[in-house]
């Protein structure tokens, strides 16, 4: 005979089945705007079913079902979609750096416009053109120093304003790389946790879905590569091990910047330092070349030339000479000769022998300021002292500005079709994974819907076979009372 009370036991399993998943949609409904979040069903099989004893065979045709159980609660994902928003997502990191970088260069260079560089150059070559009208006027003398000072003003400013993005990229390294460390740290305390949790037979949903959105920001910020292994998630950058287990490698802005660029070579750590690298300090090379040709070739100009001043006097450096060329651009400066006397400025290359054979200065004379006017014009080799990149040689300091000026123009807009194109591939990778592992509000509610019915039903047997159960206990054998 089958048991009396096998009927309670398979409404039992249903009500608690039922209500497992229940409270695992409620879970889902709670969670979902939870980033990371990954949905979580029960797994339902049917109950062992059980055979009537008997020698052979049973002659109860058949074998007798015990109803539902719920194996485990398990979280939906898909870590093949993973592996490829990572892969994306690194390449976002990396270029949303470049860009920042490009359009704060964009804006210390502020070309075209009225007030950048290439209009400063321009009054002051004009001013040495209006000096060559009136050679010997003090007035037209001031404002070539006050030109001169209004340049060496516009370089100070371009390059402290260098040093200052350089010091800022630099301490981004540091704090992106504290977040590196960080990260690293909660997924290896992760490792140790789940390892634990799922060692004693339980699913740790929840702390995988924390561990997946860890490595997610890990992504962004350098190249990783996740591999599952049974002590946890082994992260590698490159060939250097990160975390292995329920241990994690100190990760610090030294250790960014020795694998830079062979293990790091994404992310936003890389594209920092890449733009350090690449953009800030070419930058950097090409002002302090233009500077340091300026300053030269003026320099080379004015001391041909004869002052105001009597007995006749060679004109001597206009600008200081350039002691460091890596420092050219923040330390020029008009020469302290130049600015206590405005006399001392060079504008003519004739001298006069006097009735009494003493010599004088053509103050009249235009010659050399023509000349230092027409450096404007004047095509120069910007070798920029061994640099090993110079943007061009042979040309004008106009022709060399806007080429400079062209080529971040070019790479800003290079940067931001990537960014574009790059944030459209993270969305939609991102999508197809919200459309595998995320909630759906509705989709959750028709399922509420039917495990309580399903709940109810299995109430509503429990209470059925309690009331046969009443019956035969009860009411059976009672009967000639």
């Given at each position: 005979m089958?048991?009396?009370?096998?009927?309670?036991?398979?409404?039992?399993?249903?009500?608690?089945?039922?209500?497992?998943?229940?409270?695992?949609?409620?879970?889902?409904?709670?969670?979902?705007?939870?980033?990371?979040f990954?949905?979580?069903?029960?797994k339902?099989?049917?109950?062992?079913?059980?055979?009537?004893?008997?020698?052979?065979?049973?002659?109860?045709?058949?074998?007798?079902?015990?109803?539902?159980?719920?194996?485990?609660v398990?979280?939906?994902?898909?870590?093949?979609?993973?592996?490829?928003?990572?892969?994306?997502?690194?390449?976002?990191?990396?270029?949303?750096?470049?860009?920042?970088?490009?359009?704060?260069?964009?804006?210390?260079?502020?070309?075209?416009?009225?007030?950048?560089?290439?209009?400063?150059?321009?009054?002051?070559?004009?001013?040495?053109?209006?000096?060559?009208?009136?050679?010997?006027?003090?007035?037209?003398?001031?404002?070539?120093?006050?030109?001169?000072?209004?340049?060496?003003?516009?370089?100070?400013?371009?390059?402290?304003?260098?040093?200052?993005?350089?010091?800022?990229?630099?301490?981004?390294?540091?704090?992106?790389?504290?977040?590196?460390?960080?990260?690293?740290?909660?997924?290896?305390?992760?490792?140790?946790?789940?390892f634990?949790?799922?060692?004693?037979?339980?699913?740790?949903?929840?702390?995988?879905?924390?561990?997946?959105?860890?490595?997610?920001?890990?992504?962004?910020?350098?190249?990783?590569?996740?591999?599952?292994?049974?002590?946890?998630?082994?992260?590698?950058?490159?060939?250097?091990?990160?975390?292995?287990?329920?241990?994690?490698?100190?990760?610090?802005?030294?250790?960014?910047?020795?694998?830079?660029?062979t293990d790091?070579?994404s992310?936003?750590?890389?594209?920092?330092?890449?733009?350090?690298?690449?953009?800030?300090?070419?930058?950097?090379?090409?002002?302090?070349?233009?500077?340091?040709?300026?300053?030269?070739?003026?320099?080379?100009?004015?001391?041909?030339?004869?002052?105001?001043?009597?007995?006749?006097?060679?004109?001597g450096?206009?600008?200081?000479?350039?002691?460091?060329?890596?420092?050219a651009?923040?330390?020029?400066?008009?020469?302290?000769?130049?600015?206590?006397?405005?006399?001392?400025?060079?504008?003519?290359?004739?001298?006069?022998?006097?009735?009494?054979g003493?010599?004088?200065?053509?103050?009249?004379?235009?010659?050399?300021?023509?000349?230092?006017a027409g450096?404007?014009?004047?095509?120069?080799?910007?070798?920029?002292?061994?640099?090993?990149?110079i943007?061009?040689?042979?040309?004008?300091?106009?022709?060399?500005?806007?080429?400079?000026?062209?080529?971040?123009?070019?790479?800003t807009?290079?940067?931001?079709?990537?960014?574009?194109?790059?944030?459209?591939?993270?969305?939609?990778?991102?999508?197809?994974?919200?459309s595998?592992?995320g909630?759906s509000?509705?989709?959750?509610?028709?399922?509420?819907?039917?495990?309580?019915?399903?709940?109810?039903?299995?109430?509503?047997?429990?209470?059925?076979?309690?009331?046969?159960?009443?019956k035969?206990?009860?009411?059976?054998?009672?009967?000639?009372?």
């Open positions: 089958r048991s009396t009370f096998g009927g309670i036991e398979i409404s039992k399993r249903g009500i608690l089945t039922q209500q497992a998943a229940l409270t695992t949609a409620g879970h889902n409904v709670a969670n979902a705007n939870t980033p990371g990954s949905r979580q069903v029960v339902m099989v049917a109950a062992e079913p059980i055979e009537a004893l008997s020698l052979q065979r049973s002659t109860i045709p058949g074998q007798m079902g015990q109803g539902v159980e719920f194996t485990q398990q979280r939906i994902r898909e870590t093949f979609l993973d592996k490829q928003f990572a892969n994306e997502n690194k390449s976002l990191g990396e270029w949303t750096v470049k860009q920042d970088t490009l359009e704060k260069l964009e804006a210390i260079i502020n070309e075209p416009s009225d007030t950048g560089l290439r209009q400063v150059l321009d009054n002051f070559w004009n001013s040495w053109q209006e000096l060559s009208k009136q050679p010997d006027n003090l007035e037209t003398r001031a404002v070539v120093k006050e030109s001169a000072l209004a340049v060496t003003d516009a370089f100070n400013h371009a390059a402290k304003q260098l040093k200052d993005l350089t010091s800022d990229v630099n301490d981004n390294i540091s704090v992106k790389a504290t977040q590196v460390n960080t990260s690293l740290k909660q997924i290896a305390v992760l490792n140790d946790e789940i634990r949790v799922e060692g004693l037979g339980n699913s740790a949903n929840d702390l995988r879905d924390q561990r997946d959105l860890l490595v997610d920001g890990l992504s962004r910020l350098i190249n990783v590569s996740v591999q599952e292994e049974s002590s946890g998630y082994h992260v590698k950058m490159g060939n250097q091990d990160l975390v292995e287990g329920n241990t994690a490698t100190e990760f610090t802005d030294e250790t960014a910047k020795s694998a830079y660029p790091l070579n992310g936003e750590l890389f594209g920092l330092m890449y733009s350090n690298d690449r953009y800030v300090n070419e930058y950097k090379n090409q002002l302090n070349s233009m500077v340091s040709t300026m300053i030269t070739s003026v320099n080379n100009v004015h001391k041909q030339g004869y002052t105001l001043q009597d007995p006749p006097t060679k004109g450096e206009f600008f200081s000479p350039v002691a460091d060329f890596s420092t651009a923040e330390t020029m400066k008009v020469s302290t000769n130049i600015t206590d006397n405005v006399e001392r400025i060079a504008a003519s290359s004739r001298t006069y022998k006097d009735a009494n003493v010599e004088h200065v053509v103050k009249g004379n235009n010659e050399l300021a023509l000349q230092l450096i404007k014009n004047t095509k120069f080799n910007f070798d920029g002292s061994g640099v090993t990149k943007i061009l040689n042979g040309g004008t300091f106009d022709e060399f500005l806007r080429a400079v000026v062209s080529e971040i123009g070019v790479q807009q290079e940067a931001q079709r990537q960014v574009a194109n790059q944030k459209i591939l993270v969305d939609q990778v991102d999508a197809r994974r919200q595998v592992s909630v509000l509705d989709e959750e509610m028709a399922d509420m819907i039917k495990y309580q019915h399903a709940y109810n039903a299995a109430a509503r047997a429990l209470t059925t076979f309690d009331q046969m159960l009443d035969v206990i009860n009411s059976m054998g009672t009967v000639g009372r």
